[in-house]
């Protein structure tokens, strides 16, 4: 099955910094999605994107669907102290039909210190 | 819009009993999805179903189960539980599957 590869595992960064995160696959995806998780809940969709080249932008989240299918990077420009919390990638693969399924990262947990 | 949500939110069950947990899509939203997500594992797909019939399943064993009604309300049925499926259970919600998936809060495990 699909393997996707979420780097970093964690990052302490202060506030007011940028982070960049991203996901590699050895296979290629139809749709990419970002979400977030905070403690006790569920994932959050952060950003959504549908074409290879695709840049896509939410506030201070900034996310594009690689060339190649194949990875998919998001940044988070200022941080603050809410953006605390595990950020996972997501690929979607539609392998025919209605055949849909979503692969997720190991998630990067990022510590922002005040 | 009421979100996914997602009953009981927290549960405790012995080794050897069976669980069955709920979940109520967003209105509208015929696709839902079951995920297990664990420290060590990660967010580990269990099944989808749409319109009441299971479309996609991830490779646990027969012990996880589910069915979807014809409200699109989804439940899922684990068998003789072990140590190990003490776990996070997600449900997540889509209109079509090919369309971003909400999550609800989850139903945290323990089996004892």
């Known amino acids: 099955g699909q393997q996707l590869n979420q780097s970093p595992q964690s990052m302490f960064i202060q506030e007011g910094e940028d982070v960049s995160m991203n996901c590699t696959s050895s296979s290629i995806f139809n749709t990419w999605l970002w979400y977030k998780q905070d403690p006790g809940e569920g994932p959050v969709l952060l950003i959504a994107l549908y074409k290879a080249g695709e840049l896509t932008s939410n506030g201070r989240l900034t996310a594009q669907f690689g060339i190649t299918r194949k990875d998919s990077f998001l940044n988070i420009s200022a941080s603050i102290p809410s953006d605390v919390g595990i950020y996972f990638c997501?690929?979607?693969?539609?392998?025919?039909?209605?055949?849909?399924?979503?692969?997720f990262g190991k998630g990067t947990l990022l510590t922002v210190n005040p | 819009k009421a979100g996914v949500t997602q009953t009981p939110r927290y549960l405790i069950k012995t080794r050897g009993q069976q669980v069955t947990l709920s979940c109520s899509p967003i209105?509208?939203?015929?696709?839902v999805s079951w995920y297990q997500q664990t420290p060590g594992q990660g967010l580990q797909f269990l099944f989808e179903?749409?319109?009441?019939?299971?479309?996609n399943k991830g490779n646990f064993p027969g012990r996880f189960s589910g069915r979807q009604f014809s409200n699109s309300r989804s439940e899922m049925n684990v068998s003789t539980l072990e140590l190990g499926d003490s776990a996070l259970y997600l449900c997540?919600?889509?209109?079509?599957?090919?369309?971003?998936?909400?999550f609800g809060s989850g139903t945290r495990l323990t089996v004892v």
């Open positions: 209105s509208g939203h015929r696709s």
């Open positions: 179903y749409f319109s009441e019939t299971q479309r």
């Open positions: 997501a690929g979607l693969l539609n392998s025919g039909g209605s055949n849909y399924k979503l692969t």
């Open positions: 997540a919600s889509s209109f079509d599957s090919n369309y971003g998936y909400t």
